[in-house]
C-alpha cells in the first residue's frame, strides 16, 4: 500500500542532488588542495564513488523490503539494544554534521556580507526554518525542494559554467603521491556520507522498478557539477588555491560587476543560503525520526527542543572560528563516518544476504 | 376528520410569526366555505396576490373546495404542505391558504423583492469575453448557470444552513465529471454547521477547508458565471449562497489566482506572458521592500558601486532609519488605499492625488523621505494588484518580509521563503495539493500553469485533482 506521507523517486532525487551538493563546493576545494594538490580532484572522485556504493546499496534494499524502514530491519534481524546502539550513533553523527554545516555557512556569511560577528541573526534564520521543515510531514518537505529545485540548479549551472570564464592556467597533475590521496579522501571522508538519509527514510519513499535511472540522474548531474566546481577553482587559482577559503564564492569573485550588475559572486552566497537550509533541514529531520525510533515515549517537539538547546550550546561555547571548525571537521567527524560508510553498509547487506536466504529456503 | 378553524389557525399562525407588522391575512368567507391566507407583504407580490389567486377564488361561482381552490390559483409554484411547514413558507415568501372543509394547506410562491439584473461584476473586469455576472439572487444565478449547460449533467443539489436566517445553499457539479467523493465530503461538511446565519459565501469557507485560521485562500470564489462554467467542466465543484454573487469552487489550488479571465479570451502566447508579468510582480510586491532594506542595512557591499553611490546620496539627509523611512511610506500608502476604498469616488480621486503627488513629492523635498525608498514601495504596492485577488495575503506577506529583512538581511528573506513554500506545500484541501501543478510537478497541467498552451492541446482534464473522468477533447 502507498505510504500518504511518501516522496516520489524524482522528490528523493532531488533531496540527494542537494546532499550530495551542500557543503562540498565552499570549504572542502581549498582544504584538498592544501593536502593533495589538484588530485584533491581524485578524492573527490574516489569518495563519490562511496556515495554511489551507498545509493545502490539502499536500492537494493528498497526492492527486497519495500515496504520496511530501516529501524524496523535492525530490530528484527538484529534487535532492540543493536537498534538504540546504531540510532543513538545516528543521532550524534546527525547532530555533528548540523554543527559542522552551521559553522562553515556562518563563518562564510559572517565574513562576506553580513560584516558583524553576531551569531543570534545566524541562529534566529536557520533554528526556527529548519525547526519547521523537520516538524512539516516528509511529503511536504519533498515538494518543497521540488519547487525550489530549478531556482537551485540554474544557479548552480550558472555558477559552474561561469566559473570557467575566470580559468587561465592547467596546473600540472601527478603532484601528490597515492598514500597522500588516500590520507586526504580519509581526513575528510566527513563532508561525504550525506546520502545516510535514504536509510533513515527508506519507508517513506516510493520506489518502483526501474526508478534506479531516474535517481541516478540527478545524482550524476550533481557530482558533475561539484567536480566542475572543484576543477574550476584549481585551475581559476592553481598554486594558491589554499589561501581562498571559499571556492564556489572565489571562481566567481574573479568576474565581479559582470555587465554592471554588481558583484555575481552574491548568487553563490544565495546558492549556499538555499543549499545550507535544505541540508540542515534534511540532517534535522533524520536526527527527528532517530530520536523517536530511541526515545519511542517521546514525540518530535521533544526532539526539536532537545536538539535547539544542545545546537546552540554547543555552536556558541564550542566552536566559534574557522581554524575550529576545520579541526573540529578533520578530527572529530571522520570518526562518525564510520556510521555511513561502515555500520550502514554492513546492516544492509547482513539484511541483503537473510533475504537471499530465506528466498533460497522458500524456493526449496 | 378535524377540518380547520380557518380563523383560529390563522391568529396562531401570527402568533408564531410574533405578530410582525407585515403579515397580512385575509378570510374569506364565502357562502359554503371560508379560505384563509396569510403571507407577507414585504415579501410577495401584491398585485399577483389579488389577480391570480384572491380574485379568482373571490368570483368563483360555483361549489369551493379545496382542489378546486387548487386549480383555481394560477401560479406556477404550487404546492400541498404539511402544517408544520406553513411558517417556513410563508417566511420564504409563499402565500398560505387554508379552508375549513379541508386538513390539507396550500402554499403558493409569489415571492418577490427587488433584485438587480445582471451585470460585469467589478471584482473581474474583462475586456473581451461576457460581461455578465452573479447577482444576489440565487434564483438568477441558477438560471446563468443552467443556460450554459444545456445538459441533464449539471446537477444542483439543494442545502439549508444557518438555524435563524435558512439561507439556500445550491451545490452544483457535473455528474459525469466530478469525483463523487468530493461531493459528498462538501455535503458532510455543509450539513454538520451549526451556525446563527450565513450572511454571505465567504461564511461557509472555514468550514470547508482544513486550515480555517491560515492567511492563505484556500477556496476559490467568483462573480462569473462563465468562470464557474469552466471550473465545472474541469472537475470541480461550485457552491451558490442565497443573497451574494459571490460563488464558491473546490478544489482549489493556488495557480487559479495566476490565471485571468481574459487570459480564455485572448491569445495564449500573450496569455502567457501576462502570467510571467503578473508571477514577477507579485513576486516583486511580496519580496522588493524586504530585500531592499535587506541590501541597504546589511549588504550594501554587494551592490553596483553606482547604485551604492545613488542611495548614500538620497538617504544621507534622512532623519529616520530605512526601515522607519519604507515602514511610513508603506503605512501612508495603505492608509490612502483604506480611505480611498470608503470615501465616494469623487472624494477619493482627490485623496489619492493629495496622498501620491502631494505628500510624497512634499515628503521628498522636505528631506523626510528618500526617493529610492518612495520608488520601491510605489512599485510594489503596484504589484501587488497584478494579482487583486490576493492582494490582502500579499499586504501581509510584504509587511512581513520587509520586517524579516530590516531585522536578519538576505537569509532571513530566503530562509522565510522556504518556511512559507514549506507552509504552503503542507496544504491540501480535498486531496489537492496546494501548490499542484507546480509541486508536486504535473507536467499535463502545466499546459494552463504559467505557461499557456493552445485550447487544442489542452486534451485533459486537470490532474491536480480527481475527476471522474480525464478526457476533455478527443
Redesign the interface.
Known sequence: MKNEQSINVWQTSIMLFLMIFANKVLLLPSLLYREANVEGTICYIILFLLEIGLITLFIYLKRKYPETSFHELIKAKLGTITLKVIYILFIIFFVCKLVLIYNITYIFFKDLIYKQDNSVIFLICFLPIINYLSFINFRAFGRTCQLFFPIILIIALFCVLLSFISVDSVPLLYQSNLSDIIITTLKHISSFGDVIFLFIFMDKIDYKKGDGKKLFSLVILAIILVVGTSVAFYYSYTYTSFMHPYAIFEVLGNIKDYGGLGRIDVIAVIFVMFLTYFQMAIYLKSYTKCFNVVFTKLNSIYALVSFDIGFILIVELLIRNLEKTIAYGESVLPYLSLISFFIVPICSIIFLIIKKKQNNKEKE | MNFFNVEKEIKSIKDQLHNSFDVVDRVLNLKDISVGFIYLKSFTDNLIFSTAIYQPISSYEGKLDFDVIKKLVQANDIKEIKKEEIVDNILKGGVVILTNNSNKILSVDIQKFNARAPSEPPTTPVIQGPREGFTEDIKTNIGLLRKRFYSADLVLKNLTVGKRTQTQIIIAYLDSVVDKRIVKEIEKKLKKIDIDGVVDSYYLIPFLIDRPNSLFKQVGNTEKPDIVCAKLLEGRVAIMVDNTPMVLTVPFVLLEELQNTNDYYTNYIYSTLLRFVRLIGSLFAILGPGIYIALQL??Y???????LITIADSTQQIPFTPFIEILFISLLFQILYEVSLRLPSYLGLATSIVGALILGDTGVKAGLISPPAVIVVAIAKIALYTIPEQSAQITVLQFIFLLIGA??????I???S??F???L??IENYRT?Y?AP????ILRDNKDGIVKVSLTSMKERPLSFETNNKRRQK
Open positions: 546589511f549588504h557591499n554587494i551592490l553596483p558601486l553606482k547604485y531585522s536578519v538581511g538576505l537569509l532571513g530566503i530562509g522565510g522556504i518556511y513554500i514549506g507552509y506545500n503542507s495539493p501548490l507546480f509541486s508536486p510537478f
